[in-house]
């Protein structure tokens, strides 16, 4: 009974963290992935944080960017140089390259998109992010994605204390 209580009062937790996201991020104890899956259950979650997360970023900057720039490369390339802004070390384009394993043809011509919309600002022979990247509810949006982690965080401790069983 106890450990009945704890899975709904889990569930219950986990709905109110992921309820933002959409029904369909919401998951159920009762679904089993297929056997054939390896670690299916814990690769479920982790996919629902990295779309969660990436949903929450589409949605911070708005449908004309998405629209624009409906690519994992494009936001890949700006979570990149969104962390090396915010270090204090503006970054060229073959470091982008190097770091994230993509042809620098491709990382000039995203950060050349980004200039335009104004999300970045070439210093020299180094790029970096510019003030536009500061959006409104911006704590809020933030603790979203927090709690997002710390509950996929807690799910997946739980799958590991299970010893798998859960698969």
């Keep these: 009974m106890a450990l009945q209580n704890q899975t709904c009062a ?32 814990e690769r479920m979650l982790l996919s629902r944080l990295y779309l969660g997360l990436i949903r929450s970023i589409n949605d911070d900057y708005g449908a004309d960017f998405v629209r624009q720039n409906d690519s994992a490369t494009f936001r ?6 969104f962390l090396r802004t915010a270090m204090c070390s503006p ?3 073959t ?7 993509i042809p620098r043809a ?3 011509r995203r950060l050349e998109e980004m200039i335009k919309q104004g999300y970045v600002e070439r210093i020299g022979n180094a790029y ?17 994605r927090v709690d ?5 965080a807690r799910e997946l401790s739980k799958l590991r204390e299970a010893g798998g069983a859960a698969h």
Excluded at 21 to 36: I, S
Excluded at 131 to 141: A, G, S, Y
């Design 106 to 108: 491709t990382v000039l």
């Design 10 to 41: 889990s569930n219950s937790a986990e709905q109110s963290t992921w309820t933002a996201a959409g029904d369909e991020f919401v998951l159920l104890d009762t679904v089993q992935p297929p056997a054939r899956i390896a670690m299916a259950r």
């Design 148 to 152: 997002m982690i710390l509950e996929t």
């Design 128 to 144: 970096r992010v510019t003030d536009k990247v500061n959006i409104p509810d911006l704590q809020q949006r933030l603790q979203q």
């Design 91 to 93: 970054v060229r384009a």
């Design 76 to 81: 890949t390339i700006g979570i990149y140089l």
């Design 95 to 101: 470091t982008i390259a190097q770091g994230l394993r």
